[in-house]
């Protein structure tokens, strides 16, 4: 009995040191893919910020060029300067009475010739500021896009296996399993691509398929249980 004890010794030790170090190489792989997930998700909220912030730029760049330079930009310039007028004038009014001076018709004559100088200069060179604005929307719009395709790059290795696995889910559901890091719509930004690539569909059709990509969240919000995707890659794996 002894010698069987003693010769078996040897054997459950090496089988006790195997089973040690699969374990410890387990558990070092899950710790692995678990700090390269952490990092992974990190750097997607980085860049969304920065597809967030270049988006938002974009769209005030847009907002301003169709306000200034628009169809009916000349109407509107008119009445700004129209607007600078009577501003000018209560300022310098006010100034009057609060420091206690005077300025003759020929001053306010003068100030106000001036202004109008300014507002002919700048109808004059209208076609450079357009130009410069425009330089400005094509820098943001480069700057929005290289931060989407960094966006999609990491969206591959985290975001979609899982949307993929777990489909059909709806764009509430997928923004709830991501904890609420990614924002609606650089969520739906995210899946639209992937519709376009033809691998998620959209397994109910509503009012929702035709929304936009620079939508409001706010709006999103209300059709978010609405947009369900289906993943036709999982489909034809199976």
């Not at 792989?29 to 597809?51: F, G, I, M, N, P």
């Not at 931060?147 to 993929?164: K, Q, T």
């Not at 709806?170 to 991501?178: A, H, M």
């Not at 059709?223 to 995707?229: K, T």
Request: net charge negative.
């Amino acid at each position: 009995m002894t010698k069987s004890y003693i010769a078996s010794t040897p054997e459950s030790k090496n089988m006790s040191g195997t089973d040690l170090d699969n374990s410890a190489s387990t558990a070092v792989e899950h710790a692995y893919d678990s700090t390269h997930a952490c990092k992974v998700c990190e750097q997607l909220k980085s860049r969304e910020q920065q597809w967030w912030q270049a988006r938002q730029r974009l769209i005030d760049l847009k907002e301003r060029q169709m306000f200034w330079f628009g169809d009916n930009s000349l109407m509107m310039w008119l009445l700004w300067q129209l607007v600078s007028y009577v501003v000018v004038a209560i300022v310098l009014m006010l100034a009057s009475k609060t420091l206690s001076f005077s300025l003759s018709i020929q001053q306010y004559v003068l100030i106000f010739a001036l202004q109008t100088l300014v507002f002919i200069a700048a109808l004059v060179f209208k076609g450079n500021l357009a130009n410069l604005l425009q330089n400005k929307i094509h820098r943001a719009q480069l700057k929005r896009e290289q931060s989407f395709n960094e966006m999609m790059v990491l969206a591959s290795d985290s975001l979609f296996p899982n949307v993929h696995a777990e489909a059909p889910l709806s764009l509430q559901r997928i923004y709830e399993n991501n904890h609420h890091q990614l924002r609606l719509v650089s969520l739906h930004a995210l899946l639209n691509h992937e519709i376009d690539a033809g691998r998620l569909v959209l397994q109910q059709q509503t009012h929702a398929d035709v929304l936009p990509l620079d939508l409001a969240e706010d709006e999103l919000n209300d059709v978010a249980n609405d947009i369900v995707y289906r993943s036709t890659v999982a489909r034809r794996d199976l």
